[in-house]
């Protein structure tokens, strides 16, 4: 089976790492893909905004599954398409993608579907997603990120896990598109991870199918805020979470080609997912001067050192090859991903692999997983 992954950053480099390790899957084509990908894809120089060079490219390979990462070609309709076209693709439609498209047909639809948000005292706007304004309490606790995966009618819940948004130690300084993450999280216990799956995810599935009138399929990423056990639902994603994608599939050991062709086919209700019991930790190194203004370019050296110790895997973010070199081309830059046979030995091994790494600028948390160390607690079936 030939597979396509759109996008370039540190999820799709870890989907089409584990997507090229089943015995079903011949090739895996990235596109753009980045320094890498290139060593479990084959890189393809195509924007993943550029719907219609995808499609085509898709037909000339005779691609059988695509697989999307990013919301923009999501929101763009590259779901809708591909379909029209005959082709298999994981992902939801335009209309569905909307749920994280447009922030206020989300708010919408969470209240007609009775999913946990509370009203009202922050202004937010959303930029892009439109003019309109949205009206929130500030909810305090703890995050946590809950994915699924589904096939309109089933949804099949991966690991969980927790991100760590705050570009310093202790949460502090602006937000970024994630420093790092662990999984399993302990903040979600067995009672919250059912009720999750119960109250925030498979709503979703009823309400799109029912009065959307569209049949959602693909990832759908509830991120969650916890506090004194209830849960709130701060937002949805349409795909797969960057970086929580990292430690999750370092764990997951059943054929992530076969849950999601049977997410496409709608053949998920005997689906069976196996996972690691060791936890997994991504450390995030990210560009000086992230998430404002940085340089690129800069060359990376220890990379293949951390890379060859054992249950280490670094997935890259922003890179690219010049020449034999590779070099910085973002801010989020590589994720670092280890797993132990406990957290503290995975935190551990993460940042043991870190400190091998160098780039001229190269900053990185040195507390991810710390919130998970503190709670202990035993690991659920949903993790």
């Not at 946590?144 to 009618?153: F, R, V, W």
Request: with cysteine; glycine share 12%.
């Amino acid at each position: 089976m030939k597979i396509l992954v759109i996008g370039g950053g540190g999820r799709e480099h870890t989907l089409a790492w584990k997507l090229s390790q089943s015995p079903r899957v011949d090739q895996v084509f990235c596109a753009p893909g980045n320094a890498g990908t290139e060593s479990c894809a084959r890189n393809v120089e195509i924007n993943p905004e550029n719907i219609e060079g995808l499609l085509a490219f898709a037909q000339k390979e005779g691609i059988e599954l695509t697989v999307v990462g990013p919301e923009a070609p999501l929101v763009g309709g590259i779901v809708d398409l591909f379909r029209e076209k005959g082709l298999k693709i994981f992902g939801p439609t335009r209309e569905a993608a909307a749920l994280e498209g447009s922030k206020v047909f989300a708010k919408e639809f969470m209240s007609r579907n009775r999913i946990p948000v509370e009203e009202a005292m922050e202004k937010r706007v959303f930029g892009s997603a439109g003019d309109r304004v949205i009206l929130e309490e500030i909810l305090t606790g703890e995050e946590a990120s809950y994915i699924g995966i589904t096939d309109g009618k089933t949804v099949i819940p991966m690991a969980s896990s927790q991100d760590h948004k705050a570009v310093f130690d202790g949460d502090r300084g602006p937000n970024t598109g994630g420093m790092g993450a662990y999984s399993p999280a302990p903040v979600m216990n067995e009672g919250l991870s059912a009720r999750a799956l119960a109250e925030a995810m498979e709503p979703v599935i009823r309400g799109m199918a029912a009065r959307e009138g569209q049949k959602y399929q693909g990832a759908l990423y509830a991120g969650l805020m916890i506090r004194g056990g209830e849960f709130w639902v701060l937002e949805y994603n349409c795909r797969f979470g960057d970086p929580e994608t990292q430690p999750i599939l370092f764990r997951l050991q059943s054929d992530l080609a076969s849950l999601l062709l049977q997410a496409v086919e709608e053949d998920l209700k005997e689906a069976k997912v196996k996972w690691d019991p060791r936890p997994a930790v991504c450390v995030v190194l990210c560009s000086g001067g992230y998430p404002g203004g940085y340089a690129k370019g800069k060359e990376i050296t220890g990379l293949e050192e951390a890379g060859q110790m054992e249950d280490v895997s670094v997935f890259h973010a922003g890179t690219r090859r010049e020449g034999k070199k590779i070099v910085t081309a973002g801010g989020r830059v590589l994720g670092v991903t280890a797993r132990g046979k406990d957290l503290r030995a995975a935190i551990d091994r993460a940042y043991q692999a870190c400190a091998r790494i160098n780039f001229e600028g190269m900053r990185y948390r040195r507390d991810i997983g710390n919130k998970g160390l503190i709670r202990k607690a035993p690991m659920t079936k949903h993790q």
